[in-house]
């Protein structure tokens, strides 16, 4: 069954240029599909609609059957507590004035969502392979990858059915890089995963299904293994020929 | 033969911190190294540090000697002879390596009127176009008149990383020195610009020193690596050689982690 469903939806900042161009996508529930594009083609803009950020031009986005209004506040008020993102930059999407606890315990709060706070954080952190006794230090003490996991424990500490990323490994160096999609690859496994980057070979290494946008429009979505093996369109070849291998 | 750099127990620090330590290494002539390191590995330093252009806090020990000359501890006024002829560097974000204010054509014909005048010759109005428009046309930018009269704002990044490419150029440096040149760039672009500097490396007969945490890239660039960790460099040698049976235990790891992303590419070129 489909959790997500984006129809002919286009998008603009301005009238004069569309960002999106009637883009079409469903995402199924458990599945982990990969947004790829370069920039400029929509990738973070689709996120942010996603996320109710933003209001369609054109087209309409749907979750669990029902349409994702910015303006609904009762459904995002739900709706936010069922989709949760992840950033790019762990410098700068954690407050550093606030401790983990009060970080990933966040959600739990502006949410109002019931049941032991304390807890629930710790049981964020472990999924995420961080010690319980970090609690009460601040994010300036931690690593680029250990801030991206507190990052992750404070998006799924409200247990969200969609994980958003935008992005999330594409600051952190190669060693920790491996390890952080690991620990989304383990996540996937219990829930959806939409995973924005321009990194193909993090996508192929995470994602069933992938969808490259290029300028706005989907120009080919299908399995990852399938697209890799034979890229239909001319961009889709054009990308994965210019991604540098080490084997080369 | 003069190495064209010759770092020799180079050793930096602020304050108590050692950033690197210990490092040595030769570029000869049309010689192209690699350093490989992840962030805070030195890489970057080292190069400044080559180039005398450390930030004053940083305080280096040891030798590094451009064609000769020691850049440790010496003057501006004759470091500035050995930039451009003998070295010069791209940087990773061409939007603060280009002036906002200045059309790209000015940026890039200062420093090839420049070095005009070193040689003995003076080129100004017609000629110095001409040079200049040629040497835009070298790094394949489209329409180069419309670009030389554009703002670093108004052009595209690849189009930017190709003014500054043309800027270093314009010094004809024995060495070129490239700090992540395609880092802030989308991969379609990055390839476009490798392959464009490693056509100009060949024709222009340079050394290149390319710095870059993405083994992958460097792998295709140069023939020779150091793997630089915590400014300490744990394996130095031929690119093949080092990527197919590492010894030192770190860059085993970061071998494994880029072939592991390589794997789930799949076979495909």
Do not use: W
Request: hydrophobic share 45%; net charge positive; glycine share 8%.
């Amino acid at each position: 069954m489909s959790l997500i469903s984006v129809e002919h939806v286009s998008f603009g900042y301005s009238r004069a240029r569309q960002v999106l161009d009637d883009v079409s996508l469903t995402v199924r529930a458990g599945a982990s599909i990969g947004l790829v594009g370069e920039s400029g083609s929509g990738k973070t803009t689709l996120l942010r609609l996603l996320l109710g950020l933003a209001r369609p031009g054109a087209g309409r986005i749907g979750f669990e059957g029902a349409t994702v209004d910015p303006g609904n506040r009762s459904f995002m008020r739900g709706y936010r507590q069922k989709v949760q993102a992840v950033f790019q930059d762990p410098y700068s999407s954690l407050d550093p004035r606030q401790t983990v606890l009060g970080i990933v315990g966040e959600p739990l709060r502006s949410l109002r969502l019931p049941g032991p706070r304390r807890e629930q954080v710790e049981a964020a952190l472990e999924a995420v392979g961080l010690e319980r006794n970090v609690l009460g230090r601040y994010p300036h003490e931690f690593s680029g990858g250990q801030r991206q996991r507190i990052a992750v424990a404070r998006a799924i500490v409200a247990k969200p059915k969609l994980l958003l990323a935008d992005e999330a490994v594409s600051a952190l160096d190669l060693s920790t890089r491996i390890r952080i999609v690991d620990l989304f690859r383990t996540l996937a496994a219990s829930m959806t995963l939409v995973f924005v980057s321009h990194d193909l070979g993090v996508v192929a290494a995470l994602c069933e299904e992938i969808v490259i946008l290029e300028h706005g429009r989907v120009v080919e979505a299908g399995l990852t293994r399938a697209i890799l093996a034979a890229p239909q369109h001319p961009y889709t070849q054009t990308l994965l020929a210019s991604v540098p291998r080490l084997s080369a | 033969m003069t190495p064209l750099l010759a770092v020799d127990h180079l050793t930096l620090k602020a304050g108590q911190t050692t950033l690197v330590h210990d490092l040595s290494f030769v570029i000869q002539p049309g010689e192209r190294l690699g350093l490989i390191g992840e962030s805070g590995s030195g890489k970057s330093l080292t190069a400044l540090a080559s180039t005398g252009l450390l930030p004053p806090a940083i305080v280096p020990h040891g030798s590094a000697r451009l064609i000769g000359h020691e850049v440790i501890g010496a003057p501006d006024r004759a470091l500035n002879r050995l930039r451009g002829t003998a070295v010069a560097m791209v940087f990773q974000e061409p939007l603060t390596a280009l002036d906002p204010l200045q059309r790209a054509g000015r940026q890039v014909a200062e420093p090839l009127r420049r070095r005009a005048r070193r040689d003995g010759r003076q080129i100004h109005g017609r000629a110095l176009e001409r040079e200049l428009l040629a040497l835009f046309e070298q790094v394949a930018l489209p329409e180069p008149g419309r670009i030389a009269r554009s703002y670093p704002h108004e052009l595209s990044g690849g189009q930017r990383q190709r003014v500054a490419i043309a800027m270093a150029l314009a010094c004809r440096p024995q060495l070129l020195i490239a700090d992540e040149p395609t880092t802030a760039l989308d991969v379609t672009t990055q390839a476009e610009i490798l392959k464009l500097l490693d056509r100009l490396v060949a024709e222009r007969d340079m050394a290149l020193l390319f710095i870059s945490h993405d083994l992958a890239v460097v792998a295709g660039v140069v023939s020779r690596v150091i793997v630089l960790r915590q400014g300490v460099a744990v394996e130095a040698g031929p690119v093949g050689e080092v990527f197919s049976r590492p010894r030192d235990a770190y860059t085993s790891s970061l071998v494994a982690a880029a072939r592991a992303f390589d794997a789930a590419l799949g076979g495909q070129p």
